[in-house]
């Protein structure tokens, strides 16, 4: 490691970085405004200035930017130079003669950049006396909020944006001190990443559009570590609460998973947590007055648990401590899966994959660094967009490194990698049902059908091994294109594999396997990646429960049933008459839910269940990382509990107590390791309930949390009694540790002068790098290195139309088909138009136009919506919305009749 001099005092730094990195690495405090870890150097703000001396005899030294000098051993640099500190208070001084002031009614107040950046250099009287330059704000959408009087021209947001997240829509205009960073008019943002603006912008120009209807300062909020639940990738993020409602989420920075950004969904599709709809008390059926208290719940539950036949119907978004204690209450042989038997055999094939295959699951970082990515089938922009968004910069990144080999020009340095990589890009193969925004970075894209895209996918597997079946009666075509991605696979050096459950096709599955090991067999390094449907359907599918299918086959059987369903609503899952026919056969119906749904709608018993924000829970992400999410905050309401906690009162009442003993969720995790190999490690992914420092507990609350006397004042002046919390180290407070707590236990970003989530320099171990002491989770695959020594050989058949039927396939949308997130009235607002897609060709055979009312029959159901019609689409094929509440549970890959 070079060895460089800041102020006479000698410091080991990281090479390859620059001298502000290697500053704020070290703890010195340096103000920037257009760095950022995540899109590098421009040199655009000059607020970065140190001086530069030739040896210890030089007392002049040069002025120089930091963030564009790259790391030298030896180098003597200082910080506190009067010269430095003069120009950095002179640029901070220009930078703000055109801003409003507006911080007590900015939203940004109190965590803003700017703020602490001024008060950094020593700027604190306001000599500019005229005219200040004045914008008209633009519409961006329900999402972002645009003030752009507040910028102060870093160039941050169209950098991220534009050349980061890879968006058109957003740009800049002008010149000199007049630019203007927008859009060329008002409208939505079309980027599914556009609220990261809120995070990117050290100043106020864009902001949580969603925050500004509940609004609340970062010091009155409670916060505690949280992980998204609106997709299998498990971003890592920071949860805030005020008055009992969850009031905005953050990016909880983890270097192996999300990094510095989520997608739009996880971060505004937090709103089902406040909404109308949720299950606010506990409800019995046919009483007179159906809500009722806890005690009257439980009384009911003993009688009904205790004289019937008892199964249990599991969930993909419900925690694993939650499915597990399910499954301990009605035992193993009475417990389902609640997704149909096609969606529990690919999910279990995967399973076995990942647990006996020998391929190593890459994290989204590794995603970043790989130099070849093939994607099979899953629409990755709508059902994992911070997946996508990591190939894309896998695609970026290639490009540079190679770049980089030619040019002696640092990777941070940005515009001269770009400059010097223009238009070049590194291997990306798209093979998807249809088009996608992913289409524009890919190398080779590819358009068909499930089955077509798995036997090019055999093809490829065939050509880098031989010895691997070849699909008969292959188009030359696809022959060329499988000789391609296989060449440009043999000669990158890290490949990812990327499939999953989506399509609803196991071949793919066992494509992807196929591909990835024949890459790893060649000495090169592999990974594989599934993406599932739900937050936690990983760990679901690591219990290997049977099928709803099962379960609706032994309830036709059997008299006297009663079911709990834990946070599921089955039609979500499985068609509406195989569910009506379930329901109805049920004695008995107890439904742990925290929203109303069409199956809660059915229970006999209703139990209200906290959400991720109220509840203390681990879920498994795609890679098996087995990620522990906290408790934000406590519910108003004492009977909405964590379905495990309903779960363990149960299994209390079955023993004949109505108050048995309560089991913590340490404990629990224990028992599933004991009881379950594949889940061996997970009670290591969450901190011991005992945990503290120096006999401390850690604090939700910031320590100016300015409402903690008054936020009641309303009811009564005197300060109520903390709430107490026995599940996690964690308290409702202020009080307790102020330094740095384990990375798993960071509730919020905050450090003295470092009041903006920038202030996550000083949490990590090295700028861009892990966190301090590690990042959170717990990868539960990566024990074996057992090689697998099968292959799949079953290729399947070429698809071939059928006359008077179509192949039904799934249509994803970013916003629409995760179910919690469509409770946001933010992202409601983007959700589309549900609509039939089918090929310009089966369009003119049924003489329909755009927006023409058709009929879809399946064997089950019958539906009738608007279509779209599509020049990239198979003829033969129609899609249809997934995931949407008004559109029913369908069978993909299953042929159905269409009816204009």
């Known amino acids: 490691?070079?060895?460089?001099?800041?102020?006479?005092?000698?410091?080991?730094?990281?090479?390859?970085?620059?001298?502000?990195?290697?500053?704020?690495?070290?703890?010195?405090?340096?103000?920037?405004?257009?760095?950022?870890?995540?899109?590098?150097?421009?040199?655009?703000?000059?607020?970065?200035?140190?001086?530069?001396?030739?040896?210890?005899?030089?007392?002049?030294?040069?002025?120089?930017?930091?963030?564009?000098?790259?790391?030298?051993?030896?180098?003597?640099?200082?910080?506190?130079?009067?010269?430095?500190?003069?120009?950095?208070?002179?640029?901070?001084?220009?930078?703000?003669?055109?801003?409003?002031?507006?911080?007590?009614?900015?939203?940004?107040?109190?965590?803003?950049?700017?703020?602490?950046?001024?008060?950094?250099?020593?700027?604190?009287?306001?000599?500019?006396?005229?005219?200040?330059?004045?914008?008209?704000?633009?519409?961006?959408?329900?999402?972002?909020?645009?003030?752009?009087?507040?910028?102060?021209?870093?160039?941050?947001?169209?950098?991220?944006?534009?050349?980061?997240?890879?968006?058109?829509?957003?740009?800049?205009?002008?010149?000199?001190?007049?630019?203007?960073?927008?859009?060329?008019?008002?409208?939505?943002?079309?980027?599914?990443?556009?609220?990261?603006?809120?995070?990117?912008?050290?100043?106020?120009?864009?902001?949580?559009?969603?925050?500004?209807?509940?609004?609340?300062?970062?010091?009155?909020?409670?916060?505690?570590?949280?992980?998204?639940?609106?997709?299998?990738?498990?971003?890592?993020?920071?949860?805030?609460?005020?008055?009992?409602?969850?009031?905005?989420?953050?990016?909880?920075?983890?270097?192996?998973?999300?990094?510095?950004?989520?997608?739009?969904?996880?971060?505004?599709?937090?709103?089902?947590?406040?909404?109308?709809?949720?299950?606010?008390?506990?409800?019995?059926?046919?009483?007179?007055?159906?809500?009722?208290?806890?005690?009257?719940?439980?009384?009911?539950?003993?009688?009904?648990?205790?004289?019937?036949n008892l199964i249990g119907i599991g969930s993909p978004r419900a925690s694993v401590e939650s499915n597990y204690s399910l499954m301990h209450l009605v035992g193993k042989e009475n417990y389902y899966s609640g997704i149909s038997e096609d969606a529990t055999f690919i999910e279990r094939k995967i399973v076995d994959i990942l647990e006996n295959g020998g391929i190593h699951t890459p994290s989204l970082k590794e995603i970043e660094n790989a130099d070849a990515v093939i994607v099979l089938g899953e629409d990755i922009w709508n059902t994992a967009p911070v997946m996508a968004l990591s190939v894309r910069q896998s695609v970026m990144k290639t490009a540079a490194r190679e770049a980089m080999t030619q040019i002696s020009t640092p990777a941070w340095n940005d515009a001269a990698v770009r400059e010097r990589v223009q238009e070049d890009r590194g291997y990306f193969a798209n093979l998807a049902i249809t088009e996608s925004p992913v289409d524009e970075w890919s190398t080779h894209t590819y358009h068909s059908v499930p089955d077509n895209i798995a036997r090019l996918a055999f093809a490829i597997a065939s050509k880098l091994r031989p010895e691997l079946p070849l699909p008969e009666g292959m188009p030359e075509a696809d022959l060329q294109l499988a000789e391609r991605v296989a060449g440009a696979l043999e000669n990158a050096k890290h490949v990812v594999v990327i499939s999953g459950s989506g399509p609803g096709s196991e071949t793919l599955v066992r494509a992807a396997y196929n591909i990835a090991r024949a890459v790893q067999e060649k000495g090169k390094t592999a990974g594989l990646a599934f993406v599932l449907p739900e937050s936690n359907s990983m760990g679901a599918a690591m219990m290997k429960a049977p099928s709803f299918d099962k379960a609706l086959q032994r309830i036709r059987k059997e008299n006297n049933t009663t079911v709990i369903i834990l946070e599921n609503d089955l039609y979500r899952y499985n068609s509406t008459t195989d569910v009506d026919q379930f329901l109805d056969t049920c004695k008995s119906i107890i439904a742990i839910d925290s929203l109303n749904t069409l199956t809660t709608g059915k229970a006999h018993v209703l139990v209200p269940a906290a959400t991720f924000a109220e509840s203390d829970g681990t879920s498994i992400n795609y890679e098996g990382r087995a990620q522990h999410y906290y408790q934000v905050f406590m519910p108003a309401n004492p009977c909405i509990k964590e379905s495990w906690k309903w779960l363990w009162k149960m299994k209390s009442l079955m023993a004949g107590s109505a108050n048995g003993q309560e089991h913590h969720p340490d404990e629990i995790l224990k028992q599933i390791e004991s009881s379950y190999p594949q889940f061996t490690g997970i009670s290591a992914s969450a901190a011991p309930a005992d945990f503290r420092i120096y006999g401390q507990l850690l604090p939700r609350e910031p320590h100016r949390y300015s409402g903690r006397t008054a936020m009641l004042a309303n009811i009564g002046v005197s300060e109520p009694k903390p709430l107490d919390d026995g599940d996690s180290p964690f308290t409702f407070t202020m009080e307790g540790y102020q330094g740095l707590p384990p990375a798993p236990l960071i509730p919020f970003y905050w450090r003295p002068g470092w009041n903006s989530v920038q202030a996550l320099n000083k949490y990590q171990q090295e700028i861009g790098g892990p966190l301090r002491g590690g990042d959170p989770g717990i990868r539960l695959f990566d024990r074996n290195d057992k090689v697998a020594s099968?292959?799949?050989?079953?290729?399947?058949?070429?698809?071939?139309?059928?006359?008077?039927?179509?192949?039904?396939?799934?249509?994803?949308?970013?916003?629409?088909?995760?179910?919690?997130?469509?409770?946001?009235?933010?992202?409601?607002?983007?959700?589309?138009?549900?609509?039939?897609?089918?090929?310009?060709?089966?369009?003119?055979?049924?003489?329909?136009?755009?927006?023409?009312?058709?009929?879809?029959?399946?064997?089950?159901?019958?539906?009738?919506?608007?279509?779209?019609?599509?020049?990239?689409?198979?003829?033969?094929?129609?899609?249809?919305?997934?995931?949407?509440?008004?559109?029913?549970?369908?069978?993909?890959?299953?042929?159905?009749?269409?009816?204009?």
Not at 802 to 823: C, D, I, N
């Open 790 to 900: 099968w292959w799949f050989n079953d290729t399947p058949e070429a698809f071939a139309g059928r006359t008077g039927k179509w192949l039904l396939l799934p249509q994803y949308h970013v916003f629409g088909s995760a179910e919690m997130s469509r409770w946001s009235a933010a992202l409601d607002f983007l959700t589309p138009q549900p609509c039939i897609s089918i090929s310009q060709q089966d369009a003119a055979q049924l003489g329909v136009s755009e927006g023409h009312m058709l009929t879809i029959e399946t064997d089950k159901e019958r539906f009738s919506l608007p279509v779209a019609v599509r020049s990239d689409l198979v003829q033969g094929v129609v899609l249809a919305p997934a995931g949407f509440q008004s559109i029913p549970s369908l069978a993909w890959g299953t042929w159905i009749k269409i009816m204009a």
């Open 1 to 308: 490691m070079p060895t460089i001099i800041i102020d006479n005092i000698p410091y080991q730094v990281k090479a390859g970085s620059n001298l502000l990195e290697a500053c704020l690495g070290v703890g010195i405090d340096l103000p920037y405004f257009c760095w950022h870890p995540a899109l590098g150097s421009v040199g655009a703000c000059r607020q970065c200035a140190v001086k530069v001396f030739k040896d210890e005899q030089d007392n002049s030294g040069r002025l120089v930017m930091s963030c564009m000098e790259a790391i030298k051993d030896g180098i003597r640099i200082s910080v506190q130079d009067k010269g430095a500190k003069a120009f950095r208070e002179q640029v901070i001084e220009w930078l703000m003669t055109n801003h409003p002031h507006d911080c007590p009614v900015c939203d940004e107040g109190g965590s803003c950049h700017l703020q602490d950046m001024t008060v950094m250099t020593g700027h604190d009287y306001r000599r500019f006396k005229y005219k200040k330059r004045t914008y008209v704000n633009q519409y961006l959408g329900p999402l972002v909020h645009h003030e752009m009087n507040r910028c102060i021209q870093c160039y941050r947001c169209v950098r991220y944006y534009r050349d980061y997240a890879g968006g058109h829509d957003l740009n800049v205009f002008g010149a000199h001190n007049h630019v203007y960073f927008g859009r060329e008019k008002d409208g939505i943002l079309e980027s599914p990443f556009s609220g990261n603006l809120a995070e990117v912008c050290p100043t106020g120009v864009f902001t949580d559009k969603t925050l500004k209807q509940h609004y609340t300062r970062k010091w009155d909020l409670t916060s505690a570590p949280s992980v998204c639940q609106q997709c299998s990738v498990g971003c890592n993020i920071l949860a805030g609460e005020r008055y009992g409602q969850l009031r905005n989420v953050l990016n909880r920075y983890h270097s192996e998973v999300n990094g510095y950004f989520i997608c739009d969904r996880g971060r505004f599709g937090y709103e089902h947590v406040n909404n109308v709809n949720r299950i606010r008390q506990p409800i019995i059926r046919n009483l007179t007055v159906e809500a009722v208290d806890e005690t009257t719940l439980l009384t009911h539950l003993q009688q009904v648990i205790n004289n019937r």
